[in-house]
């Protein structure tokens, strides 16, 4: 099968496609023959970085990169009960992988593509929707009528997060740039700040919770706007002591939120899906042949939406 190797960290020009073997099954595996693949920043910061690929996938080399499948089941192997052969789904792999015409998947991690919406919409999903949807819906307890605070609302990440706060019942406040106002206004947004022309800090009345997608002055300025009691949790890693310390001396709750595999979770989103409520939204779908163009668009960290390549 055709499978884009990484021999090496590096530039996109490390992505080389090559020929290797259609993986075997082990138990409790299916194998899906791969129709579009998503793209996130992760993508493009492991591939640059050979610690972060030693983290995942040990000394060997060269590796397959890609997190974020859907296809169609063409084989499976003992204990795969729910899945059958051309049952379409889709994946948040946790070994990778995905960059590959077949990639070998355990039933725990695979949810059935919803049927109205197209494997690259599905593909668009794994990685940046259970982002959002898990601190969103395991990380706050979120009630009608909270006002939430959603940093890079128009991102891959980010226009799921206001999709799923909206979906709770939430008051939606959301940042991004001026360019991307309408899109975010879109989502379900009740009020939009421009980033690059406004405080946020100084442009709203305080809220019970925030979700921080960048970091930073961002997070540490999200402190003052929240609630005492409320509820701040940021996806990229808190390096600063004092800003824990500013935040509980506010009783503010401030917590940093790692991404789990876990496929209950992504089963849970497709019945979100299926029923229209949230809408994967893309900004370019790519041929297979140009994963390289994909990966530097996603490193512009100005998309908006998804990037999702069709195998
Ligand atoms: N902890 C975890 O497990 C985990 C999991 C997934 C992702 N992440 C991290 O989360 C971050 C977001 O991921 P993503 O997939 O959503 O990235 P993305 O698709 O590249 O989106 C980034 C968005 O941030 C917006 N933005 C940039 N600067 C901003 C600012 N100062 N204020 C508000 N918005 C701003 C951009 O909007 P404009 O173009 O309008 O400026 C862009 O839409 C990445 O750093 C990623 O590595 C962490």
Do not use: C
């Amino acid at each position: 099968m055709k499978a884009y190797l990484l021999y090496e960290a590096g530039g996109t020009d490390k992505l080389t496609l090559g020929e290797v073997p259609v993986p075997a099954l082990k138990n409790g595996e299916v194998l899906v023959k791969v129709k579009a693949i998503g793209i996130n920043p992760a993508d493009t910061i492991y591939r640059n970085s050979d610690a972060f690929i030693t983290h995942i996938f040990g000394e060997k080399r060269p590796v397959i990169m890609g997190w974020d499948i859907s296809g169609e089941i063409v084989e499976k192997a003992e204990n795969t009960d729910g899945f059958e052969i051309g049952d379409a789904v889709f994946a948040l792999l946790q070994n990778a992988g995905g960059y590959a015409e077949f990639v070998a998947v355990n039933v725990e991690l695979l949810a059935h593509k919803p049927e109205n919406i197209k494997f690259e919409e599905a593909a668009a999903v794994p990685m940046a929707g259970l982002t959002a949807w898990q601190p969103l819906i395991h990380g706050m307890n979120i009630k009608k009528g909270d006002r939430i605070l959603i940093h890079g609302a128009s991102g891959g990440v980010g226009h799921y997060a206001v999709q799923i706060a909206k979906y709770l019942g939430a008051e939606v406040i959301a940042t991004s740039s001026g360019k991307n106002r309408d899109f975010v206004k879109s989502l379900g947004a009740d009020q939009h700040i421009d980033y690059q022309t406004e405080n946020f800090w100084e442009a709203i009345e305080e809220v019970d919770f925030v979700f921080d997608t960048i970091g930073g002055e961002t997070l540490e300025r999200s402190i003052d706007i929240t609630k005492p009691g409320g509820t701040i949790i940021s996806i990229l890693a808190l390096t600063k002591e004092e800003m824990m310390a500013r935040a509980e001396e506010k009783n503010v709750n401030l917590r940093l939120w790692g991404l789990q595999f876990n496929g209950k979770d992504l089963r849970a989103f497709a019945d979100v899906l299926v029923r229209g409520i949230i809408k994967p939204h893309i900004a370019t779908i790519y041929p297979f042949t140009s994963i390289a163009e994909a990966h530097q668009q996603v490193e512009t960290r100005r998309t908006a939406g998804k990037i999702v390549i069709t195998v």
